[in-house]
């Protein structure tokens, strides 16, 4: 129980006062509403001023205004700020991260170098948040290395960072510690799966545990879909992920690296090419052209600075192009689709080749 100041007012006359009194920004959410069978009696954060009073009694509304004793409320804070503004000063609020990715049942945070030595009241806090959170893992440094891995931190939580993730009725078992995989890729994953037509021969050059390849092929029954990489491990969670989804005979796996798969048996087979490597983009753009049939599609994503325009990435997209010996007929979509870090984008290109 808690003690703060209360009004009680006729239930005819509640919903009324309660917007007076939300206007004013004067219930206190944190506690329970009390009811009887003829009144309500609302919690505030402070006594009401002498001008709302007079709002309310020009209501003919009889009210009763004093102290009693509440019942904190059960419900989960809404936000961050919302679970740890008791826990951590007032001041740090601000490097609170705005956003955090859900991966599974394992959430990943990025925080600002004030708030660190908070990160475990952080990391409950989000699992008061959302209740199905098992772990969650700071993120340590970038994305790095030929298995793009990204180094984590266990803030709180139990298990490995082994996980299931479902997205579009698909099924994905990853390890965060061990494979790539990037959750607000979703939308971006769903719009080419959209686009890929019937018995189309795709490429996924850098398909990491398969979120691409699989939508693919579930969307695309007649589909047939390449699936490369050059991790050991993010092959061996794509072969798991096929029998998961059933589609073993679908998509083929390859391990290798995407540089050699013109070795592997689908030189110029493509109606499409996924190009899913946005830090070494234009190195692998000839390797691509190398599996497009006489003509089809590469969906090209690559990093830019916040003040390089698209127009001048597509220009340099298509001298590589022409300089390969091939046609850009048009770009179909070229458009930032997400910021990564202060001034820097993550843009995609669909580029229809001949």
Not at 52 to 78: D, H, K, T, W
Not at 290 to 303: A, D, K, P, Q, R
């Amino acid at each position: 129980m808690k003690d703060a100041p209360a009004i009680e007012v006729p239930l005819q006359r509640a919903q009324t006062v309660l917007s007076i009194l939300r206007g004013a920004g004067l219930i206190d959410t944190e506690l329970e509403f009390c009811r009887t069978d003829k009144t309500i009696i609302v919690p505030l954060k402070q006594l009401p001023s002498n001008q709302i009073i007079s709002n309310l009694r020009q209501l003919n509304a009889s009210m009763i205004i004093n102290y009693r004793g509440f019942v904190e409320s059960a419900r989960p804070p809404r936000n961050l700020i919302e679970a740890v503004k008791s826990q951590i000063p007032l001041n740090l609020l601000e490097y609170l991260p705005r956003s955090y990715d859900i991966i599974g049942d394992i959430a990943i945070v990025d925080l600002a170098e004030p708030i660190q030595p908070f990160a475990a009241t952080v990391g409950k806090a989000i699992q008061q948040i959302s209740p199905h959170i098992r772990l969650v893992v700071r993120k340590l440094g970038i994305v790095s290395g030929t298995y793009r891995i990204r180094h984590l931190e266990i803030l709180v939580g139990t298990g490995g960072t082994e996980t299931e993730h479902r997205e579009y009725s698909c099924r994905y078992v990853l390890d965060l510690s061990t494979v790539y995989f990037n959750p607000r890729l979703s939308n971006e994953r769903m719009r080419v799966a959209k686009q890929v037509g019937t018995d189309e021969t795709v490429v996924d050059m850098f398909a990491g545990v398969g979120p691409f390849s699989i939508l693919i092929a579930k969307m695309r029954s007649n589909a047939r879909v390449y699936a490369c990489d050059i991790n050991p491990a993010a092959v061996k969670y794509l072969e798991k992920n096929l029998i998961l989804n059933r589609l073993v005979d679908r998509v083929i796996p390859i391990f290798c690296d995407a540089g050699k798969l013109s070795q592997e048996g689908v030189r110029s087979q493509a109606n499409r090419v996924i190009m899913n490597l946005p830090s070494e983009a234009e190195r692998y753009l000839p390797v691509a052209l190398n599996l497009l049939g006489s003509e089809g599609t590469i969906h090209y994503y690559t990093f830019a600075s916040r003040n390089e325009s698209v127009d001048d990435i597509r220009m340099k997209v298509q001298d590589v192009i022409q300089r390969a010996g091939r046609t850009v007929r048009s770009f179909s979509f070229a458009d930032v689709i997400r910021e990564i870090a202060p001034g820097r984008v993550h843009v995609a290109m669909d580029v229809l080749i001949r």
